[in-house]
């Protein structure tokens, strides 16, 4: 499967965005979705992810609250609404794949599809 994300900016402290991930090819089979971020100098982590069905979702503590991830099936596509952003918040986001569909991974090596990246600058 190849991912696509979409959806960065540049947006001030306090606004939103919304990026969204699409898949394409190997969508007939199921997937866990996430999103990963990576700030200059530092290592790529964990942001939110849900499993296929979207029934279960999860986050990083410093986005609880914040960013809520959603899944539209029928459109192969993963979001994630990201409201109250803050500078630290600046990254590249990735999207990621991975076929073990049922619970939500944060480790980043269990994910076997990535998508390219998509740059979000919050400014102060």
Known sequence: VQLQASGGGLVQAGGSLRLTCAAFGGTSSKYAVAWFRQAPGKERQFVAGTTWSGLSTDYA????????ISRDIAKNTVNLQMNSLEPEDTAVYYCAATATFYIVQTAEIQYNYWGQGTLVTVSS
């Not at 503590?61 to 809520?68: L, T």
């Open 61 to 68: 503590d410093s986005v609880k609250g914040r960013f809520a």
